[in-house]
C-alpha cells in the first residue's frame, strides 16, 4: 500500500531528528477556542494528538468539502471531547488550520514557530 502513495504503517511524523529544518519545526496554532501543535512533513501537515478543537463550523467560511472532512473526521473517532485522539495528516497547514479552527484562514499566517515567526515566515526565510 505504501507503494500507491497511502502511508499506511509509517509514522506521521518522526520527532526526533538531527537536521534543524522545516519539516523539523513544531508549529502551534491557539486562539480563544482552539489549541493545537504541529509541524511540516513531506505528506503535508501532520495536527499532533492532543489537540483542542473549536465546536463551532461557520457554514460561511468553511468548504463544503472540509466541512464535510470535518464531520467525518469527528464521526471516526479520532476526536473525543473536541480534543483529537491521534495524530492527523492535512493535505497543507491551511487545511489543518481549517480542521481545526472550523472556519477558513490562511496556515500559513496561523501556524506559529515558539519564536513567534509564522510558517510563512519560515518557509520565506528557507528560500532566501
Do not use: C, H
Not at 50 to 62: D, I, P, Q, R, Y
Not at 95 to 108: E, H, Q, R, T
Amino acid at each position: 500500500i505504501n507503494a500507491l502513495g497511502y502511508k499506511v504503517l509509517e509514522p506521521f511524523a518522526q520527532i526526533e531528528s538531527t537536521s534543524a529544518t522545516m519539516d523539523d519545526e513544531v508549529l502551534s496554532l491557539t486562539t480563544s477556542s482552539a489549541n493545537a501543535t504541529g509541524k511540516v512533513t513531506t505528506e503535508g501537515f501532520v495536527v499532533f494528538e492532543g489537540a483542542s478543537v473549536n465546536e463551532k463550523t461557520s457554514v460561511k467560511s468553511l468548504s463544503g468539502s472540509m466541512q464535510k472532512m470535518r464531520q467525518m473526521i469527528f464521526d471516526s473517532g479520532k476526536v473525543k471531547d473536541l480534543i483529537t485522539t491521534e495524530d492527523i495528516l492535512f493535505s497543507s497547514s491551511s487545511a489543518a488550520a481549517d480542521f481545526i479552527l472550523g472556519y477558513s484562514v490562511s496556515g500559513p499566517q496561523m501556524w506559529k514557530a515558539k519564536d513567534g515567526r509564522t510558517l510563512k515566515e519560515i518557509e520565506n526565510s528557507e528560500t532566501d
